[in-house]
Nanobody, 124 residues
Framework: QVQLVESGGGLVQAGGSLRLSCAAS????????MGWWRQGPGRERELVAR????????AYADSVQGRITISRDNAKNMLYLQMNSLEPEDTAVYYC?????????????????WGKGTLVTVSS
């Protein structure tokens, strides 16, 4: 059982930055691909970014490409999401997710473990 706890959310003005963190506990963090998902008001949950087990491969949603960076520290069992140039449309609850694939899944039904989420609010 992998337990995930997000932190770092909050209120920020448009154009600002936030860094989200996800602390993982349980067996073999490095054996799981990781992802950040989000669900905005009235929207379905969507994949924001994913990272492979080793951290060597990453991918981003088109809507955040160039503004957001996902990273992980397997020695510390930590996942990060650096968000820059935030827009009001980025307002959402952000979830950390883990799955047993190498590269990361793109369907939320395939995620094995979820955090409880952290709220990011971007004001205009």
């Amino acid at each position: 059982q992998v337990q995930l706890v997000e932190s770092g959310g909050g209120l920020v003005q448009a154009g600002g930055s936030l860094r989200l963190s996800c602390a993982a506990s349980g067996p073999a963090f490095s054996s799981h691909a990781m992802g950040w998902w989000r669900q905005g008001p009235g929207r379905e949950r969507e994949l924001v970014a994913r990272i492979s087990r080793s951290g060597g491969r990453t991918a981003y949603a088109d809507s955040v490409q160039g503004r957001i960076t996902i990273s992980r520290d397997n020695a510390k069992n930590m996942l990060y999401l650096q968000m820059n140039s935030l827009e009001p449309e980025d307002t959402a609850v952000y979830y950390c997710a883990a799955d047993s694939s190498y590269w990361g899944v793109t369907a939320d039904s395939a995620v094995d473990y979820w955090g409880k989420g952290t709220l990011v609010t971007v004001s205009s």
